[in-house]
């Protein structure tokens, strides 16, 4: 059963960093490419970036270029979200999300929510 | 960059009655990006229709998915009332782009 558990949500004051996780299991992380989307409360779902396989091709949103930071640990089963210079509007449930042929997410995690409040 | 409209924004509707959504794209993009999904409350979203048409695994045949360029339709023929929720359209391309969302909610 694929499984993605995200962790590493929680309060930060702005301008602060924090650094989410996500757990893969139940498949062959190397051989997928993966995704971040968050929600803020009550809002649609924005998608915030891509990483490929091997973690040489990365994409942004706009929003976040510049302060998120994507990265894999194929070896740990891992992808990761380093989050800096983070603003009120950053407030959200982020998800992780696995690509399937490149062309749209199949699995999500549960999310893991970042609240950024002073 | 590309732009998802859905509409409407809140489709209200009694349960046994056909659900049609809506999700139309700023240019044209080709059916093999476009993806549904659903949403409820406290969830993670899940895939119902990629490829503009085809369904996931373990989705109910009363979900469709139809459309070509710029218009894409997903359609729910008979809705259960499991199928009261949020759906979103995903472009999905060297960046995704969604849908602001339709609500479909008990009539």
């Known amino acids: 059963e694929v499984q993605l558990v995200e962790s590493g949500g929680g309060l930060v004051q702005p301008g602060g960093s924090l650094r989410l996780s996500c757990a893969a299991s139940g498949f062959t992380f190397s051989n997928y490419r993966m995704n971040w989307v968050r929600q803020a409360p009550g809002k649609g779902l924005e998608w915030l970036s891509y990483?490929?396989?091997?973690?040489?091709?990365?994409y942004y949103a706009d929003s976040v270029k510049g302060r998120f930071t994507i990265s894999r640990d194929n070896a740990k089963n891992s992808l990761y979200l380093q989050m800096n210079s983070l603003r009120d509007e950053d407030t959200a449930v982020y998800y992780c999300?696995?690509?399937?042929?490149?062309?749209?997410?199949?699995?999500w995690g549960q999310g893991t929510l970042v609240t950024v409040s002073s | 960059e590309i732009v998802l409209t859905q509409s409407p924004g809140t489709l209200s509707l009694s349960p046994g009655e056909r659900a049609t959504l809506s999700c139309r794209a700023s240019?044209?993009?080709?059916?093999?990006?476009l993806a549904w999904y659903q949403q409820k409350p406290g969830q993670a979203p899940r895939l119902l229709i990629y490829?503009?048409?085809s369904r996931a695994t373990g989705i109910p045949d009363r979900f469709s998915g139809s459309g070509s360029g710029t218009d894409f339709t997903l359609t729910i023929s008979r809705l259960e009332p499991e199928d009261f929720a949020v759906y979103y359209c995903l472009h999905y391309g060297t960046s995704g782009t969604f849908g602001q969302g339709t609500k479909v909610e008990i009539k």
């Open positions: 490829g503009a048409s």
């Open positions: 240019q044209s993009v080709a059916s093999s990006y």
């Open positions: 990483i490929s396989r091997s973690g040489t091709t990365i």
């Open positions: 999300a696995r690509d399937r042929w490149e062309q749209h997410v199949d699995y």
